[in-house]
């Protein structure tokens, strides 16, 4: 399984980037989706999650200004941030946790990481 993000950029206080993440391949189900993100000498840490059942959690800092959201017909995953700020800058990574059929036909449980999209918030 793998996955793809993208949608990040450079963008000015006070903007909004909508983050996208697909998952390919021969995959049975997604459980949970989560976006994280890191900052130049910081840890990564979670910004928001989504269950297959649609239920959310959203870091504090984030709560109110972004909006996780999944397609699961298409295996994808949304982030929409709105009221951007300079303390958002990071590289969004998202991360998916599910089920997928192996090239023996077994189900296998998967944690999966996407490569990374840089969110840049300046003016």
């Known amino acids: 399984v793998q996955l793809q993000a993208s949608g990040g950029g450079l963008v000015q206080p006070g903007g909004s980037l909508r983050l996208s993440c697909a998952a390919s391949g021969n995959i049975f189900s997604i459980n949970a989706w989560g976006w994280y993100r890191q900052a130049p000498g910081k840890q990564r840490e979670l910004v928001a999650t989504i269950t297959s059942g649609g239920s959310t959690i959203y870091a504090y800092s984030v709560k109110g200004r972004f909006t996780i959201s999944r397609v699961n017909a298409k295996n994808t995953v949304y982030l929409q941030m709105n009221s951007l700020k300079p303390e958002d800058t990071a590289v969004y990574y998202c991360?998916?946790?599910?089920?997928?059929?192996?090239?023996?036909?077994?189900?296998?449980?998967?944690?999966?990481w996407g490569q990374g999209t840089e969110v840049t918030v300046s003016s």
């Open positions: 991360n998916a946790v599910g089920s997928y059929y192996s090239a023996s036909g077994v189900r296998t449980a998967f944690n999966t």
